[in-house]
């Protein structure tokens, strides 16, 4: 993180104390900051924890933006045009839907990648634009409000289709809640459970994973799976919480930005947690910046990259060690 900070601060010629205090304390100065703060930490912590249970075993799912696309357009087309005849059981298909349109969409690389050994590095990556391309063509199309004075945009949920707020003043909502209930059962999935077990081998050893027995098309299933379910209930997240609706855009790049979120986090749990709060501040920390100094809209995106640049080299520097050769004679 300080090698992130130097090199951000030297590239961009910031003052660094007014810098640190733009980036890292003046978006948490107020309540609504905080909220802010928590609201952009809950789909990143959604998505990470997903991914990073695909990652333990080799399975490298990159499309979670996609995922979370198609989660959005799953749940938000229930809630448009079924729910409100659910009652209270709307909610609950909602999210379920959401979740069902994520591992759908994620389902398309497994398949390529066990059936036809395809790179899911590249089915998925690409699968994520065409999940923004449906959602841009549904919201000027038949989703589209026809009371929205042309906007492309679709009608606002019912009110019970909304997530409560966490505290009045601010926008975060009870999504934290069930993020952090995530990470306690994904801290258990892969402490205690069997399918854990072999995902964690097969991505460890491959080799003693096949002596075992353990399936490589089952892990690469768990992994894929996981990583949409999480990531289409990202995209609840977002739409029932402060759009309160379908839109064009819906992620700023959560879901590339969990991928940073997973590796800065160790693919741990409770590392996950803490990343995903570290890029939520960083989210913040850019606007301010933008305000505050004057930088371009990119400094996020820097200080996101350069964050995951530092920490593989840093891995990578960390297994090597010094070995001192004596000084060869000069003839």
């Known amino acids: 993180m300080a090698l992130t900070l130097i090199a951000c601060f030297a590239a961009l010629q910031m003052p660094p104390l007014h810098a640190l205090y733009a980036i890292f304390i003046q978006p948490l100065a107020s309540a609504y900051g905080l909220g802010e703060w928590l609201l952009k930490a809950t789909p990143l912590m959604l998505c990470g924890l997903g991914l990073s249970l695909g990652f333990r075993a080799n399975v490298w799912n990159i499309g979670a933006e996609g995922q979370l696309t198609m989660g959005a357009i799953a749940g938000g ?19 379920l839907a959401g979740m069902a349109g994520g ?3 994620a389902a398309i690389p497994a398949l390529l990648r066990t059936r036809f ?33 042309n906007f492309p945009q679709s009608r606002a949920f019912d009110e019970a289709l909304i997530l409560p707020l966490l505290a009045d003043g601010q926008r975060a909502t009870v999504a934290l809640y069930g993020a952090l209930a995530l990470a306690v059962a994904a801290w258990i999935f892969i402490r205690h459970s069997f399918a854990g077990y072999t995902m964690l081998v097969a991505g460890m050893a491959p080799a003693a994973a096949r002596y075992a027995g353990f399936s490589e098309s ?9 990583g949409g379910a999480t990531a289409g209930l990202a995209g609840i997240a977002e739409i029932a919480g402060p759009i ?29 947690v803490l990343a995903a709060l570290l890029m939520s501040l960083l989210y913040l920390g850019g606007e301010a910046a933008q305000l505050e100094l004057g930088l371009p809209a990119a400094v996020t995106g820097v200080f996101q990259g350069l964050l995951l640049f530092y920490l593989l080299a840093a891995d990578h520097f960390a297994g090597l060690r010094l070995v001192r050769r004596p000084a060869r004679a000069i003839a």
């Open 77 to 95: 087309g229930v809630a448009l045009y079924i729910a409100p005849g659910l009652g209270p059981w709307g909610m609950p298909a909602m999210l």
């Open 244 to 272: 309160g609706r379908l839109q064009p855009s819906i992620s700023p790049g959560y879901g590339f930005a969990a991928i940073i979120v997973a590796f800065v986090g160790r693919l741990h749990p409770l590392g996950v």
């Open 218 to 226: 089952r892990s690469i299933w768990w992994g894929m799976l996981i």
């Open 117 to 149: 050994h395809t790179s899911e590095i590249l089915t998925s990556l690409m699968l994520v634009y065409v999940a923004q391309l449906l959602l841009a063509w549904l919201m000027v199309g038949r989703w589209q409000d026809p009371q929205g004075f």
């Open 103 to 105: 591992m759908l969409w």
